[in-house]
């Protein structure tokens, strides 16, 4: 059974950095797209970032090209997610998902198709 436990989340000044972890046990992890999500009190879940099996392709919501980064290392079974330049807006309970991904090269970014959820990891930002 796959299980996915995010870290990393923590209370960080504007302007600053945070690295999120996550990290999978069960299935085969290099046969897995993740990606990463967001949400606040009241609101949906939101796509933040997605990466491909083998990390060959990434994608991004565009309120954080530019500051944002995933990454992977599959020998560790493990998805990041560098956060850098953080805003108020990015305050969220972030959480990491994981689906079988049949074709190399595919991102997700849609919440309804991945099945493995983590239990989230809070980020706030202080102004």
């Known amino acids: 059974q796959v299980q996915l436990v995010e870290s990393g989340g923590e209370l960080v000044q504007a302007g600053g950095s945070l690295r999120l972890s996550c990290a999978a046990s069960?299935?085969?992890?290099?046969?897995?797209?993740v990606g990463w999500f967001r949400q606040t009190p009241g609101k949906e879940r939101e796509f933040v970032a997605a990466?491909?099996?083998?990390?060959?392709?990434?994608d991004y919501t565009d309120s954080v090209k530019g500051r944002f980064t995933i990454s992977r290392d599959n020998a560790k079974a493990t998805v990041y997610l560098q956060m850098n330049s953080l805003k108020g807006e990015d305050a969220a309970v972030y959480y990491c998902?994981?689906?079988?991904?049949?074709?190399?090269?595919?991102?997700?970014?849609?919440?309804?198709?991945?099945?493995?959820w983590g239990q989230g990891t809070q980020v706030t930002v202080s102004s």
């Open positions: 990466i491909s099996r083998s990390g060959g392709a990434t």
């Open positions: 998902a994981e689906e079988y991904s049949l074709l190399e090269g595919t991102t997700i970014t849609t919440a309804t198709a991945y099945v493995y």
């Open positions: 069960g299935g085969t992890f290099s046969a897995y797209a």
